[in-house]
């Protein structure tokens, strides 16, 4: 009875490795960081934030394994490499494997109103470096369907699939 027991148990182990071994090598590893680019505002929009949370929300769901590092205003592109090699070491310091780097831009015109702001978004650039080796950058861009559904809720999610799609697609391209 003991040998059964011990053979059992060796057989679950080896069971549970495999398919931790087995998550492990499809599951995507990142961190990313969203730079808002809105001239003259001075603050991180609230829709930025749940913007944010909601692509982690995506990720986790989806099985990968992602952290990220607070969402900036993007003031200068000097500034902007300041923060980016700082959030690299991070993700590299953390065990993963690749960085993005999510630029989210606004238009913000005369009739800007915070009540539908992303009624005003204009282009969104992702931005995929490796954690390890960061020296090149791999770009792409997002396109933005307009006009501006009224349902945000909607919007949002559509937006976080798309921008989720893209970089998923990014990353296992890399690999």
């Given amino acids: 009875m003991l040998i059964f027991l011990r053979k059992q148990m060796k057989k679950n182990v080896l069971l549970f490795l495999i398919f931790v071994f087995n998550f492990s090598v499809f599951a995507e590893n990142f961190s990313f960081q969203i730079f808002q680019h809105s001239k003259g505002i001075s603050s991180v929009f609230e829709e930025v934030f749940e913007f944010e949370d909601e692509l982690l929300n995506c990720f986790f769901s989806s099985g990968n394994i992602v952290s990220n590092e607070p969402a900036v205003i993007s003031v200068s592109e000097k500034k902007d490499s300041s923060v980016i090699s700082k959030s690299i070491n991070s ?24 009540e539908n ?14 954690a390890i080796n960061p020296k090149k950058a791999e770009e792409k861009n997002i396109s933005v369907n307009k ?13 976080v699939f798309e921008v989720a799609s893209g970089l998923q697609k990014s990353l296992k391209s890399r690999a």
């Fill in 147 to 159: 006009p501006f559904s009224s349902d945000q809720e909607a919007f949002l999610k559509d937006l």
């Fill in 117 to 130: 702001v992303f009624a005003f978004l204009d282009k969104i650039v992702l931005k995929i470096s490796s």
């Fill in 91 to 114: 993700a590299f310091e953390g065990g993963l494997d690749n960085f993005c780097e999510i630029h989210i831009y606004f238009d913000i015109s005369k009739d800007f109103s915070k």
